[in-house]
């Protein structure tokens, strides 16, 4: 049986504030961002058991922000996980396209404002950036969401997917990318985890993929406890 951790400061707790502490953290909320096709929605899906429809490369699924409970300790610690809508590549809009949105409010921007108003109305307490091992050349999208992110306020994570032909039980992806990292912002002490979401339809369908699943859902898990305010 999992025990559940609580600050070392509050070892004179009786069971009545265990189980307040417990319930304050339940009703905490972490939000997924991330450009469209980076696996923010198979991360959603991995974390919280759900069949939400995933998006490829090209094609963004989540049009409509969701949201579900996800078990961090064997179901007696439980936070709420939103998926957001996939953010738009910086500098992928044509010509035309930026005309017409001259006068409008950056991504950027939009994305900022609304995780200020989640954080002051205290729904907002771990910011989870998903990306992919395979997007290194959106260099530009990655280091202006980053920043925005690390603006709010709050924990920020970063989750690195698509690591499915990767040795991830170390971070060697990480180490190996060292460099690149950097110039989005993040640096060797960033808050991470290297990991595959593939969804479980195709798991049978690589062998490898199958217990490195698993593997990736506790990572995460676990990345979460250890960050969440």
């Not at 994305?111 to 200020?116: G, T």
């Not at 992919?132 to 050349?137: E, G, Q």
């Not at 060292?178 to 912002?185: A, P, T």
Request: charged share 25%; aromatic share 6%.
């Amino acid at each position: 049986m999992a025990s559940v951790c609580v600050p070392l400061s509050c070892t004179s707790w009786d069971i009545h504030d265990i189980g307040t502490y417990l319930q304050r953290q339940n009703s905490k909320r972490l939000v997924i961002i991330g450009l469209s096709g980076m696996g923010k929605t198979s991360l959603y899906n991995m974390l919280c058991g759900t069949n939400a429809l995933v998006s490829n490369d090209t094609h963004p699924c989540t049009r409509k922000e969701a949201e579900a409970p996800c078990n961090l300790i064997d179901g007696r610690l439980k936070c709420t996980v939103r998926d957001t809508c996939g953010l738009p590549e910086e500098g992928s809009a044509g010509f035309m396209k930026f005309i017409l949105n001259f006068f409008k409010k950056s991504a950027a921007k939009e994305l900022q404002e609304s995780l200020e108003r989640l954080r002051e109305e205290e729904e907002l307490h771990l910011l989870i950036y998903c990306m992919s091992a395979h997007s290194r050349n959106k260099k530009n999208s990655h280091e202006k969401y980053y920043k925005v992110l690390t603006s709010v306020g709050v924990p920020v994570v970063v989750v690195v997917t698509n690591l499915e032909r990767e040795d991830i039980s170390t971070e060697n992806w990480w180490s190996k990318n060292e460099r690149q990292l950097q110039e989005f912002g993040m640096n060797p002490s960033t808050r991470h985890a290297c990991v595959t979401t593939l969804p479980r339809a195709i798991q049978d369908l690589t062998e490898k993929a199958r217990p490195l699943y698993h593997v990736s859902c506790t990572k995460v898990k676990a990345l979460i406890s250890s960050n969440i305010l």
